[in-house]
């Protein structure tokens, strides 16, 4: 696997709804799975296997403290991520709005290039 590959393994970590509730929940203080299921009213399951992903791929961590565990995100560079996809995301909120090719390709300004089949497709 060379480093592209890597990288978006990474941000796949950021690229699905809950996880991303989860990670805002713990943006400000770390939690436990209960805490943060309460939170963003999901299921124990769900979430524990959403934060063995973002564990897994070093986004967050957790510590044991007697019987419960607590989750946070791994530094303030995770933080001021979170914060610059805030950013970034209010200067074209609604261009990624009105995108209707999310799913498959990334919007470019004079075409759209296929990250699923690697090849330029015409708008």
Do not use: W
């Given at each position: 696997?060379?480093y592209?590959?890597?990288?978006?393994?990474?941000?796949?970590?950021?690229?699905d709804?809950t996880?991303?509730?989860?990670?805002e929940?713990i943006q400000i203080e770390?939690?436990?799975?209960l805490?943060i299921?309460?939170?963003?009213?999901?299921n124990?399951?769900?979430?524990?296997q959403?934060?063995a992903?973002?564990?897994?791929?070093g986004?967050?961590?957790?510590?044991?403290?007697?019987?419960?565990?607590y989750?946070?995100?791994?530094?303030?560079?995770?933080?001021s991520?979170?914060t610059m996809?805030?950013?970034?995301l209010?200067d074209?909120v609604?261009?990624?709005?009105?995108?209707?090719?999310n799913d498959q390709?990334?919007c470019?300004k004079?075409e759209?290039?296929?990250?699923?089949?690697?090849?330029k497709?015409?708008p």
């Amino acid at each position: 696997m060379d480093y592209l590959d890597i990288k978006v393994k990474f941000l796949k970590g950021f690229a699905d709804r809950t996880r991303l509730e989860i990670l805002e929940s713990i943006q400000i203080e770390e939690k436990t799975v209960l805490q943060i299921v309460g939170e963003i009213k999901g299921n124990q399951s769900n979430v524990s296997q959403h934060l063995a992903c973002l564990k897994g791929c070093g986004i967050v961590t957790a510590r044991q403290e007697g019987k419960f565990v607590y989750y946070s995100l791994r530094d303030e560079q995770v933080k001021s991520l979170l914060t610059m996809f805030d950013t970034v995301l209010g200067d074209v909120v609604q261009q990624v709005a009105a995108c209707d090719k999310n799913d498959q390709c990334l919007c470019g300004k004079s075409e759209l290039k296929c990250l699923t089949k690697r090849k330029k497709i015409s708008p």
